[in-house]
């Protein structure tokens, strides 16, 4: 199947401070991909949707100047937590669908963030 | 309402059991749905398609009623392995994917 890479896995760092985590699609291009917050416990919660080329396009409730989402190509999407605190920390997962009208949706590795 | 209602658990059986799982979704135009598994702090990985007609691999039987809207997982012969999060999720069209907050099972030895 698709294959989506996320990095990176781990990241800790200090309260205010800027984390990017990128996702890239390595054997089809994503004209979309989605990011994705998850707490232990809890099921993802869609935070926004990136088109390639444009915009995009956030969920209610999810700060588009905190959460930053640059998609460039069709093969990378980046999501800059910027000016991280602790309430921030949590699981980031990206995923993607090659086309805009396949069904699947394929998901990185997740990016777990802690935030001191 | 909830675009997507799961039964979040816990499902705790012992190895070999049956064990079936359901999700029920409000949109009736919902076109395409998907069980997911998701193991700890990892990604959610696909499982299977769901398509009306029912299918099947191994063990693992997934049906869609778009009467009920309601789509089912069952598992047989449950292998410790198959401890996880069971996520279903429903495409609405375009990029309107919904997810179930995941139901959790446990195979005891």
Redesign the interface.
Known sequence: ?AVVS?HPSWVICKSGTSVKIECRSLDFQAT?M?WYRQFPK???M?MA?SNEGSKATYEQGVEKDKFLINHASLTLSTLTVTSAHPEDSS?Y?CSA?PG?IA????????T?LSVL | RKEVEQDPGPFNVPEGATVAFNCTYSNSAS??F?WYRQDC??????LM?VYSSGNEDGRFTAQLNRASQYISLLIRDSKLSDSATY?C?V?NW??Q?Y????TSLTVIP
């Not at chain 1, 069904?103 to 997740?110: D, H, I, M, R, T």
């Open positions: 199947g996320q979309t989605f809890q099921s993802l869609l949707t699981f997962i669908r805009r069904e699947k949706l394929f998901f990185g590795s997740g777990q | 076109q395409s998907f702090r990892k990604e959610p990985k696909l398609s996520l999720v495409n375009g990029n994917f997810f179930g907050t995941g």
